[in-house]
């Protein structure tokens, strides 16, 4: 089992940074690939950006292109989206998630692992 909690969420104004971050606890999920998740109110969740056991980052989804920079930190069992110039359509639950097996996968139900989630609420 993997437990997964995510931090660093608020409400921020249009043009702000925020930082989240995604603890990993139990069995060791610094092998598999780990993804950002969001979904916002009435919305699908959408897979922002994914990264492999190596770092390399393996997919980025094109409305954060250039403002979002997901990392990780296997030693420590952590990884992070960076956030900058935030847009009120960025508002969403964010989510961390991490996938048996090596391949990575944009669709949610592929993921075994999930955090609770972290609200990022952008205001214009």
């Known amino acids: 089992q993997v437990q997964l909690v995510e931090s660093g969420g608020g409400l921020v104004q249009a043009g702000d940074s925020l930082r989240l971050s995604c603890a990993a606890s139990?069995?060791?999920?610094?092998?598999?690939?780990v993804g950002w998740f969001r979904q916002a109110p009435g919305k699908e969740r959408e897979c922002v950006q994914g990264?492999?056991?190596?770092?390399?980052?393996?997919y980025m989804a094109n409305p954060v292109e250039g403002r979002f920079t997901i990392s990780r930190d296997n030693p420590r069992n952590m990884v992070y989206l960076q956030m900058n110039s935030l847009k009120p359509e960025d508002t969403a639950v964010y989510y961390c998630?991490?996938?048996?097996?090596?391949?990575?996968?944009?669709?949610?139900?592929?993921?075994?692992?999930w955090g609770q989630g972290t609200q990022v609420t952008v205001s214009s």
């Open positions: 998630a991490v996938k048996d097996g090596m391949v990575f996968s944009t669709n949610p139900n592929d993921y075994a692992y």
């Open positions: 990264i492999k056991w190596s770092g390399g980052v393996t």
């Open positions: 139990g069995r060791t999920c610094s092998e598999y690939p």
